[in-house]
């Protein structure tokens, strides 16, 4: 059996030398990269045993982090492996053996114009006060667009930003603005109790990046904490604007709907919906869903009539937003994706394929 220190270091220098976004390893598999947002076995390696992979776990994590994992079958945490590769690691059990899976970390925060983020995310990070949700499915770029969005602040503006993450990916310098990252589980003992304490402090700025953890009790102190003039940057995992939407109302229950879509529609200012595309000649695209809160946008919340969102997407270019579907259209139109790939990511894919004619 191959010692396994030699096979991980090996393991995480080729992610990297091959620019591979993921590692994963499943006991009973040969180890997988995910490059370019393709899945790609590596064939030269062994198959991966339960001995091997309880080894390479038990390596890097804290006696406290196997507890954890032991508990509770699974376990996040970010980690600086192979030397000075930064990843973030999620490690669980599946058929009730070890499987893990690291994600990338690029070394630099990236800018609105290295990501090709439209004008209008800027705008966003200006307002004082209210919601901007940022959503997608598991590797659609939100870590790196939030990341974005703070630096962004960092170096324009003079604000208190503080941040609540499940994992601290991306650790910032304060520049012009004043940055406190606090870590669940470790700086603070939940999600909520991190929330409860920014509903007391003077916060400009408030990043919650785990907010799938404690949903239901959370969504009501976020949106809270966003009317009382702090802007509040959230990641949620979902792909289309109106599941946002109807995700955040699901959180309150049915006597209280009514005053839940007031409060939305006063503190919504914008929804970014993220899926990275398989890039013809190698990368991967950026197709955008954005909504902007306009009075428009506000007054179907308020009604309840959600579905309508969709068409004042379509209309609204002018003001900024976009649906999935029009960015997938204009990627193929540039050239940047196949239409095979656009159709696959297509939330309306018969919508898709008259706009492409």
């Given at each position: 059996m191959e010692v396994y220190n030699i096979l991980f270091?090996?393991?995480?220098?080729?992610?990297?030398?091959?620019?591979?976004?993921?590692?994963?390893?499943?006991v009973g598999s040969v180890p997988v990269i995910k490059k370019d947002g393709r899945?790609?076995?590596?064939?030269?390696?062994?198959?991966?045993?339960?001995?091997?992979?309880?080894?390479?776990?038990?390596?890097?994590?804290?006696?406290?982090?196997?507890?954890?994992?032991?508990?509770k079958r699974e376990l996040t945490v970010v980690k600086v492996?192979?030397?000075?590769?930064?990843?973030?690691?999620?490690?669980?059990?599946?058929?009730?053996l070890l499987a893990a899976s690291f994600r990338l970390i690029?070394?630099?925060?990236?800018?609105?114009?290295?990501?090709?983020?439209?004008?209008?995310?800027?705008?966003?990070?200006?307002?004082?006060?209210?919601?901007?949700?940022?959503?997608?499915?598991?590797g659609?770029?939100?870590?790196?667009?939030?990341?974005?969005?703070?630096?962004?602040?960092?170096?324009?503006?003079?604000?208190?930003?503080?941040?609540?993450e499940s994992a601290i990916e991306m650790p910032f310098i304060s520049k012009q603005s004043v940055i406190e990252q606090r870590l669940i589980g470790h700086d603070v003992l939940s999600l909520v109790d991190g929330l409860k304490y920014c509903q007391k402090e003077d916060i400009d700025v408030l990043v919650v990046s785990s907010a799938q953890m404690e949903f239901i009790e959370a969504i009501p102190v976020i949106l809270d904490i966003a009317s009382s003039n702090s802007l509040?940057?959230?990641?949620?995992?979902?792909?289309?604007?109106?599941?946002?939407?109807?995700?955040?109302?699901?959180?309150?229950p049915s006597d209280k709907q009514e005053s839940a879509r007031m409060l939305l529609a006063d503190v919504?200012?914008?929804?970014?919906?993220?899926?990275?595309?398989?890039?013809?000649?190698?990368?991967?695209?950026?197709?955008?869903e954005i909504l902007v809160g306009?009075?428009?946008?506000?007054?179907v919340i308020r009604e309840g009539k959600v579905k309508q969102i969709e068409t004042i997407m379509q209309t609204s270019g002018p003001q900024g937003m976009v649906t999935m579907t029009k960015s997938l259209v204009a990627l193929v139109r540039s050239g940047q994706i196949s239409q095979e790939d656009a159709l696959a990511n297509a939330p309306h894919k018969e919508d898709f394929k008259i706009m492409i004619k």
């Open positions: 270091n090996r393991l995480l220098s080729e992610t990297a030398k091959r620019q591979a976004s993921d590692l994963h390893l499943s899945l790609v076995k590596m064939e030269q390696e062994k198959i991966i045993e339960q001995e091997i992979l309880s080894q390479i776990a038990n390596s890097f994590l804290e006696k406290e982090e196997q507890k954890i994992l032991e508990e492996l192979g030397g000075h590769f930064r990843f973030k690691i999620n490690i669980y059990y599946q058929k009730g690029p070394e630099a925060t990236r800018s609105f114009a290295d990501l090709n983020l439209p004008a209008i995310v800027a705008d966003f990070v200006k307002f004082s006060g209210g919601l901007v949700v940022v959503a997608g499915s598991y659609g770029g939100k870590t790196t667009t939030i990341g974005a969005m703070i630096e962004h602040i960092n170096k324009t503006g003079q604000r208190r930003i503080l941040t609540l509040v940057i959230v990641e949620i995992d979902t792909d289309s604007t109106i599941r946002v939407i109807e995700k955040i109302l699901g959180c309150y919504l200012e914008g929804i970014i919906i993220q899926k990275l595309i398989p890039k013809n000649g190698g990368g991967l695209a950026l197709a955008l306009t009075s428009a946008v506000k007054s």
